[in-house]
């Protein structure tokens, strides 16, 4: 039995793989409308996972640790699966800066796969991978596909009202190989059962580019918890899915 290589984002950098939109070397964000952010308090979380993969059930567990200090950041994650062990090792640290969380460096280690690096080139203003040629120039608020996750949390905390259904949220985003623009949409107030009891929740959900054939993402963030993530979901259009469910929060 083979564990298929998955996506990661976030938050969680649980089991990631989202489709990548083919860009040529140089290319850069679009500009970025600075957006008012707060970041949460440190924490640690402890997800259960659900997920179907090539039609067979998988379940697994996912340890996230936010840690935002002196005008830094790290979110350390660690991903196991029943019968695998541990799938995936992810990293972001960074720095804090007037766009929000501003990523240095990206890590993940996936089972049975070197690890890949991708760069944020503070002095250079350029994004680079290890896993490919690309690059792209740093405008200000680029995030990977672990922070991203993180920096919509600080948004939504500060953002009031203005984080309403039907609001849209962008940012650009780097994966392994390359980036691509995301765009979150706000959903709906919806009330999410947690082992941690019913929690009220925000869904926001990222559907893929109209010409990629990347998995969909939904999020549900908590606002009477801080606004962490209290579920994410990973969609194939297949019906293959890694559904990711919050156990426990400890604050760090």
């Known amino acids: 039995m083979r564990f298929r290589s998955l996506p990661s984002i976030t938050l969680c950098s649980t089991l990631f793989l989202l489709g990548a ?15 008012a952010f707060q970041l949460p308090p440190a924490a640690e979380l402890q997800y ?49 800066d007037e766009f929000g969380l501003a990523p240095e460096k990206s890590i993940e280690k996936r089972l049975g796969k070197q690890a890949t690096t991708t760069t944020f080139d503070r002095d250079s203003k350029t994004i680079r991978f290890t896993e490919s040629q690309e690059s792209y120039v740093i405008k200000g608020g680029e995030q990977d596909r672990t922070s991203a996750t993180w920096q919509l949390v600080a948004q939504a905390r500060a953002a009031g009202d203005k984080f309403r259904p039907g609001s849209e949220w962008k940012m650009f985003v780097a994966g392994r190989r390359d980036a691509e623009p995301w765009s979150f949409k706000v959903i709906a107030n919806e009330k999410i059962t947690t082992a941690m009891g019913e929690q009220n929740a925000v869904h926001i959900s990222k559907a893929p580019p109209p010409d990629s054939k990347g998995q969909a993402l939904d999020i549900w963030l908590a606002p009477d918890l801080e606004w962490y993530p209290v579920r994410l979901k990973f969609s194939d259009a297949n019906g293959e899915f890694i559904d990711q469910m919050l156990d426990s929060v400890k604050k760090l």
Do not use: C, M, R
Request: proline share 2%; no cysteine.
């Open 21 to 35: 939109l083919k860009t040529t070397s140089a290319l850069s964000a679009d500009n970025i409308n600075k957006v």
């Open 48 to 96: 259960s996972i659900k997920a179907k993969q090539s039609g067979i059930s998988l379940g697994g567990s996912a340890n996230v640790k936010w840690l935002p200090a002196n005008h830094t950041y790290q979110i350390l994650t660690e991903t196991h699966a029943n019968l695998f062990g541990k799938i995936l090792d992810a990293s972001s640290i960074g720095g804090i």
